[in-house]
């Protein structure tokens, strides 16, 4: 009772400082050095680094000599509103910890300072797709926290989504400046990863659903923004139709010649094949592709599992990630100057084999699937491949990439059903850790042989796998599916509570005092606590950009 009250006190001393200072607190000048602020034992900084990009840095009266950085995820850089609604809007401020919640959400911030240690963060000159200006933005951040607090021992690196690039890449590139880092729902790797598969969705709904709908190739300014808003409002309108065609059978009129070719073709297997090609989950915040209504062994049951669910969840997962697929694609177009995505050599039914058994019933049976690979075939003239600018995929071709290389120790936390940063950019980093684990290993025998002492080698990444159930599609008393609970975990993108991120940031920490990250029973506790489990035998498929 009395720590739970101690809690309780500290807690409320934090969320007190944070109304008092607030998260934006910065100069509008680039100042050398920060201006700070203290309200009930926090003291809150903020400032800019010598680009521009505004930053925050909060720190208790005890502080423990360990910060947190934070790279934040993909924020647009686009403001675009429609009838009122704010689809994107540009945001500047800093943020030095996770806010799972919403900017409201101020959980791990009170955690993390209740228990002595610092935080920082930093908002980047621009946003958008910002890579290289965001790590060098917190090799100047960390400089300037140290300068300011000089007992500093150790820096933790954390990040999510694009932020877990940032963060990887900071871990590669200035290791001496890191101590453990952790990467939340990572993106990593190679960006032209991502963006074929948001290329290779946008190509299908368009191919499939809705010919006038662009998606790619967008004009410069103001017009390619437009364009982008108008994408959205026609998937919306694409992805409301087909809900209902999951169970009438019957194709959106906006579909074109594809809805005339393949009338015969339930449009449902037509949006499964867009989201296979394009790597979206068959699991969703409500679908499970496995559960139906009523008994095990009724018809209705098998028919929704086997046919209705994994579309459904296609759907689902589409709307969860189609603003990110057209602003992303948007926002690189700009900056490569021209369409980047090509898809005119894409062997969509080479790549789709494995899926096209094991889907068969959801995709209607072989008849359906040859037609509709036929339709997609690059020789219809009514389904046009999209056909990339040469210099803007050799610019692209240039943009910051992870190696994925392993230097300090790295712990990453990501949904196997996120549809937005799929995990297989997890897989490809612990594909890319694979020899150099071996060759640890192979060195720990070698040094054995030469001093006749074991010691063991210390495992330096390990990723945690946020798996949803196997069951928890839920229905009404009429059959229908039930999508109005909160998203399950492992679903959606960026899907952690407060509990769950702190208790990787503890990982963390121990993983600076250990120097590894050990699967013992403490991480493993910690572990199942954030939500994911260790599991050496799990593999996510990898992106297609990665199966080459």
Known sequence: ?????????????????????????????????????????????????????????????????????????????????????????????????????????????????????????????????????????????????????????????????????????????????????????????????????????????????????????????????????????????????????????????????????????????????????????????????TTGPGSKNSAAYTSFATAGAPALAVLENIAESAKLAVLGTRDLEARTGGAFYDNTKTDYAARLADDLTTYNAALSGNTAIKGMLAFINPANPAAPRFKGDAAAMDKLAGFMKNTGKINVPTVSLHGTADPSVPAGNTQWLADQYAPQWEAAKAAAVAKAAATGKWVAAKPMFTPLWNNPPTSYTKFFSDGTPDASGAPVTGTNHYNYTADQLNALAQILVNATKNGNVQADATFRALGRKAGGIVDSSFRAPLLAFYQK
């Open 1 to 289: 009772m009395k720590t739970s009250l101690i809690n309780k006190k500290v807690a409320l001393l934090v969320a007190s400082a944070l109304a008092a200072t607030g998260l934006a607190f910065v100069p509008t000048t680039a100042s050398a050095a920060p201006i700070c602020s203290t309200a009930n034992s926090i003291e809150t900084c903020g400032g800019v680094t010598s680009d521009g990009a505004k930053y925050a840095m909060m720190v208790p009266a005890n502080f423990n000599g360990t910060m947190f950085i934070y790279s934040h995820g993909y924020r647009p850089n686009q403001d675009l509103t429609f009838a009122g609604y704010t689809v994107s809007m540009i945001t500047n401020n800093p943020a030095p910890a996770p806010m799972p919640g919403g900017a409201t959400d101020k959980g791990v911030i009170t955690y993390l300072l209740s228990n002595g240690y610092g935080i920082a963060g930093s908002a980047y000159k621009t946003q958008g797709w910002n890579a290289q200006e965001a790590v060098a933005a917190d090799v100047e951040l960390i400089k300037t926290f140290k300068e300011k607090y000089p007992n500093t021992k150790k820096v933790i690196a954390w990040g999510e989504s694009l932020g877990g690039f940032i963060t990887q890449a900071l871990a590669e590139q200035h290791p001496e400046l890191v101590s453990a880092a952790g990467i939340i729902s990572p993106a990593l790797g190679d960006v032209r990863a991502e963006l074929q598969n948001a290329g290779d969705a946008l190509w299908g709904l368009k191919t499939f659903f809705d010919p006038t709908i662009k998606g790619h190739g967008y004009s410069a300014g103001a017009a390619g923004d437009g364009e982008a808003l108008l994408d959205l409002q026609k998937i919306i309108v694409v992805l409301t139709a087909l809900k209902s065609a999951i169970s009438t059978n019957v194709w959106p009129d906006s579909s074109g010649p594809a809805g005339k070719a393949l009338a015969a073709i339930p449009p449902r297997s037509a949006l499964l094949l867009v989201g296979l090609m394009a790597g979206v989950p068959t699991k969703s915040a409500h679908f499970d592709s």
